[in-house]
């Protein structure tokens, strides 16, 4: 009952979410994009949305909020504390192949968002597993083999939505040579993701995946 009053709340604040960012976005004439905070707007939004939708289709993964909210709110906190003011996009930005680059790496987030707060989950429920009196609570979590497979696929989905990301920022980045040097901070933010989830994704493959049994 706690939880679907926590949902509940978390989706009022979604949709109050989502009409700030409309509200933005037409006086700025272009979606919030450019700067900290609305960075961390749009990835907040798309957070907020991606537990939510993960909620909805399955009820034991409602847990996950534990880890993705907060996260969300951090960052709309950071981005506040930065420079929230309107201002005009600058030249740098206006390429097509940015509203690429900058849609990916919200699915990203998004999606390493997930993988966080699903890690946790799993740490709770293995570590409930161990003691000598389980919790009933750890009971509508998720079996943990379908936790990992979970994990797993959102990593994978974020580590292909990060090259997209970087790949259609490099391209962004020829329309604008003269601003090279002034890479975008989801850029960087990128390839740090992409050299953390590579040996992420082959220890799962190799070392982790159940042994394949002989005919």
Same mark, same amino acid.
């Given at each position: 009952?706690?939880? %679907?009053?926590? &949902? ?15 509200? *933005? ?11 900290? /905070?609305?960075?961390?707007? &749009? ?7 991606? =537990? ?11 847990? $996950? ?7 969300? #709110?951090?960052? @709309?906190? /950071? ?6 003011? #309107? ?10 192949? #940015? ?7 919200? #699915? ?14 799993? !740490? ?7 003691? %000598?009196?389980?919790?009933?609570? /750890?009971? *509508?979590?998720?079996? &943990?083999?379908? &936790? ?16 997209? @990301? ?14 090279? +040097?002034?890479?975008? =901070?989801?850029?960087? !933010?990128? $390839? =740090?993701?992409? +050299?953390?989830? =590579? ?17």
């Amino acid at each position: 009952r706690f939880l %679907s009053n926590v &949902l509940a709340l978390v989706g009022v604040g979604f949709v109050v979410h989502t009409v700030a960012i409309a509200a *933005r976005t037409v006086a700025q004439g272009h979606l919030p994009w450019a700067g900290d /905070y609305e960075n961390g707007l &749009l990835v907040g939004w798309f957070i907020a949305g991606a =537990t939510l939708f993960v909620a909805w289709r399955d009820r034991g993964l409602r847990f $996950l909020g534990v880890g993705t909210i907060p996260l969300a #709110l951090l960052l @709309m906190g /950071y981005g506040v504390m930065r420079n929230p003011t #309107l201002g005009p996009m600058a030249v740098s930005l206006k390429s097509p192949w #940015l509203y690429v680059h900058v849609y990916f790496a919200w #699915l990203a987030f998004g999606a390493y968002a997930l993988a966080m707060g699903g890690g946790i989950v799993y !740490l709770l429920k293995e570590r409930d597993a161990a003691a %000598s009196a389980p919790n009933p609570v /750890y009971g *509508r979590f998720p079996p &943990l083999d379908r &936790l990992d497979e979970l994990l797993f696929r959102w990593v994978v989905f974020g580590f292909i939505t990060d090259a997209v @990301m970087i790949a259609s920022g490099a391209i962004s980045a020829g329309f604008a040579r003269h601003h090279h +040097h002034n890479r975008p =901070t989801a850029g960087n !933010l990128g $390839l =740090t993701h992409i +050299h953390a989830t =590579t040996p992420i994704i082959s220890i799962a493959r190799n070392v982790l995946a159940p042994p394949t049994r002989n005919p």
